[in-house]
Nanobody, 118 residues
Framework: QVQVAESGGGLVQPGGSLRLSCAVSTYMFSIYVTGWYRQAPGKQRELVATIMRGDRTNYADSVKGRFTISRDTAKNTVYLQMNSLKPEDTAVYYC????????????WGQGTQVTVSS
């Protein structure tokens, strides 16, 4: 069973920065599509950013230019650098690791709270 574990959330003031980390326990890390999603109170979970083989990335329009997703395949870890944070970025952030087309290989972490408030 693949384990996905996030860390790095917390409370930050508007305009501040945070970096989230996600460790994925699999020897096949390089073939997984990994990404970050978030869910704010009363809203549906939404895509934040994904990264796949070849370091191809995809971002939600709301975070483009502010957030950067990256990964270290030697450490099986995905990162989300969040800059210029806004109150509307407040949410629980979830890490996901999946193999496209194979539903049985779709794993989620427990989530980490990010709160942007003065």
């Amino acid at each position: 069973q693949v384990q996905v574990a996030e860390s790095g959330g917390g409370l930050v003031q508007p305009g501040g920065s945070l970096r989230l980390s996600c460790a994925v326990s699999t020897y096949m890390f390089s073939i997984y599509v990994t990404g970050w999603y978030r869910q704010a109170p009363g809203k549906q979970r939404e895509l934040v950013a994904t990264i796949m083989r070849g370091d191809r990335t995809n971002y939600a329009d709301s975070v483009k230019g502010r957030f950067t997703i990256s990964r270290d395949t030697a450490k099986n870890t995905v990162y989300l650098q969040m800059n210029s944070l806004k109150p509307e970025d407040t949410a629980v952030y979830y890490c996901n690791a999946r193999i496209p087309g194979k539903h049985e290989y779709d794993y989620w972490g427990q989530g980490t709270q990010v709160t942007v408030s003065s």
